[in-house]
C-alpha cells in the first residue's frame, strides 16, 4: 500500500531538507545541488516514483563527470515524504545551475525534476539568471507557478500526466540502455581475436560471404530491435513471462528481415536475434535494480522460454523436419539454443561468464578473457552451427579437443588461438552458436559492471 503524505509530513519533510542544507553549506563553504522529484498528489514515493529518480540521479552523474566537477559531498535520503539528493560541488553556481537547468528542461521527465542550486550564502540560483524563462506546466504548457496558484488543473489530472512521464521517461532511458549494452556486446563479440574459424579482427575464418564491416552493418541495424525488446518486456512484465516471449516473436521476424537487408542478404546474427532479445526483453520485465544479477536475469529468460522445446519441436516426425535444429533433435535430442534458453543459459552462467571473470581478475584483457570463454563456451553447449557445417562426430572431436586444450591451458595465447583458427578454417568449422553466447556473457558483464 502507497503511502499518503499528510501536510504535516510535507512541512516536516521541507523543514528537515532547508536544515541539512544550511548544515552542508556550513560545512563544505560551497554550492550545493538539492535534488526531489515534483509530484502532484499525496503519494511521494512509489517503485515507479524511486525509478524516476534513481534516472535523474544517473543523468545528474553523467553531467558532472563530462563537466569534470568535483563531488565535495553526496547523500541521499529515501522517505514516505519524496526522495531527496545532495550534491555538495566544488564549481561556480551558474555552471551548476546551466546542468541542472539542462537535465529540468531536456526530456518530458525532467519536467518532474526538481534541482535546485544553492550558494553558500544560502540563495537560490533562478533559470533568469540564465536567461531562462520560468519552468512550464505539466498540462498546458504555461507558467506552471501560476497554473498552481490558481490550481488551473485538477489534482487527478496532474497525477495522471506525472504517472505517465514517469511510465515513458523511466521505460525509455532503460529501453536504450538495454539497446546500447546489446550492440556493444555484439560488436564486442565480433571484435574479440582470434577466434577460431569465426570472422574477427584479422580473418572472416570458415566465412567467405561476410567479414567484420558485415557484423558492424547487421549490429546497426539491429539496435531499434533490441530496444523494442525491452519496451515490450516492461509492458508485459504484469504479465506471465511467456505473454512476453510470444510478443517478442513478431519483432524477432522483423529484426531478421533488417539484417539481411542491411547485409544484403548475409545472416550473421540470426542466433543473437534470438537470444539477445529475450535477454533485453528480461531486462525490460526485471526493475534495474536486477540488472546486476546474471543469476536473476537469466532465471527470467528461462520463464520466458518455459516450454518453448516442447512447443517448437514436439510435433516433429522424419516426414516433417526440415531445418538442421529440427533433424538434430528428432535424431539425437540435441535441443540447440532453445534448450539453452529455457534452461536460463546454464553454459553462459557456468562455464562462460566465470571463464570471462576469472581471466579479466587475473589481469587478461577483455579480448584474451572473451576468447577463453568463447572455447568455454563450446565445451559446455552443443553448437549446432558446428555441426550444421560438418557432422555431430566432427563436432564432438572438436570439443574432445578444445577440452583437453583448456585443461592443459585455460587461457591459451595468441599463437595457440591462431593455430586453431587455421585449422578450424581449413575445415571450413564456425562455432557459431558459441560466438551468440559469448556476446549473452559480454552483455551480463557490462551490466555488472555499469550497474
Ligand atoms: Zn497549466
Redesign the pocket.
Known amino acids: 500500500m502507497e503511502h499518503q503524505v499528510t501536510l504535516q509530513e510535507m512541512l516536516e519533510a521541507r523543514e528537515r531538507r532547508a536544515f541539512r542544507q544550511q548544515e552542508l553549506l556550513a560545512a563544505h563553504r560551497a554550492p550545493l545541488i538539492s535534488f526531489t522529484m515534483n509530484i502532484a498528489g499525496p503519494v511521494k514515493d512509489s517503485p515507479l516514483i524511486r525509478e524516476g529518480f534513481e534516472l535523474g540521479l544517473r543523468l545528474l552523474r553523467k553531467r558532472l563527470a563530462a563537466a569534470k566537477i568535483p563531488v565535495l559531498h553526496f547523500e541521499e535520503i529515501r522517505a514516505a515524504a519524496g526522495n531527496e539528493a545532495f550534491y555538495v560541488l566544488d564549481a561556480p553556481l551558474l555552471r551548476i545551475k546551466e546542468i541542472t537547468c539542462d537535465l529540468e528542461d531536456g526530456s518530458s521527465l525532467g519536467r518532474l525534476f526538481d534541482m535546485d542550486v544553492i550558494a553558500v550564502d544560502g540563495r537560490k540560483a533562478d533559470r533568469s539568471e540564465l536567461g531562462l524563462g520560468p519552468r512550464p506546466?505539466l498540462?498546458?504548457g504555461?507558467p506552471a507557478r501560476e497554473?498552481a496558484r490558481s490550481r488551473?488543473?485538477t489534482v487527478a489530472e496532474l497525477q495522471t500526466e506525472t504517472d505517465r512521464r514517469l511510465r515513458e521517461g523511466v521505460c525509455a532511458a532503460d529501453a536504450k540502455d538495454a539497446a546500447r549494452l546489446a550492440c556493444q556486446a555484439l560488436l564486442y563479440e565480433v571484435g574479440t581475436t582470434p577466434k577460431p574459424g569465426l570472422v574477427d579482427r584479422e580473418n572472416s575464418g570458415s566465412h567467405r560471404d561476410m567479414d567484420i564491416f558485415t557484423f558492424f552493418s547487421s549490429s546497426s541495424a539491429l539496435w531499434p530491435y533490441f530496444e523494442t525488446c525491452a519496451r515490450i518486456g516492461r509492458e508485459t512484465a504484469d504479465d506471465p513471462a511467456p505473454e512476453t516471449f510470444r510478443r517478442i516473436r513478431p519483432a524477432g521476424r522483423q529484426a531478421e528481415a533488417d539484417m539481411l537487408a542491411a547485409t544484403g542478404g548475409v545472416n550473421t546474427h540470426k542466433g543473437a536475434i534470438f537470444s539477445l532479445g529475450i535477454l533485453c526483453a528480461a531486462m525490460g520485465r526485471l526493475p534495474r535494480s536486477f540488472w546486476r544479477s546474471s543469476d536473476r536475469l537469466l532465471k527470467e529468460c528461462a520463464a520466458m522460454a518455459h516450454g518453448l522445446v516442447e512447443q517448437d519441436f514436439g510435433g516433429l516426425t522424419e516426414e516433417n523436419a526440415c531445418t538442421v535444429g529440427q533433424k538434430l533433435y528428432l535424431r539425437h535430442g540435441i535441443t540447440g539454443i532453445r534448450g539453452q534458453v529455457e534452461a536460463g543459459f546454464p553454459a553462459v552462467s557456468q562455464a562462460g561468464l566465470p571463464t570471462l571473470k576469472k581471466g579479466l581478475s587475473a589481469g587478461l584483457s577483455l579480448n584474451d578473457a572473451g576468447c577463453a570463454a568463447l572455447l568455454a563456451l563450446m565445451t559446455a553447449a552443443t553448437d549446432t552451427n558446428l555441426i550444421a557445417r560438418s557432422s555431430l562426430e566432427t563436432q564432438k572431436q572438436t570439443v574432445s579437443r578444445i577440452r583437453g586444450l583448456l585443461e592443459s591451458q585455460p587461457f591459451p595465447d595468441g599463437e595457440t588461438l591462431r593455430r586453431l583458427d587455421r585449422e578450424f578454417t581449413e575445415d571450413h568449422l564456425s562455432p557459431g552458436g558459441s560466438a551468440d553466447l559469448l556476446a549473452i556473457c559480454y552483455l551480463l558483464y557490462f551490466l555488472e559492471r555499469e550497474e
Open positions: 506546466c498540462i498546458c504555461g497554473c488551473t488543473h
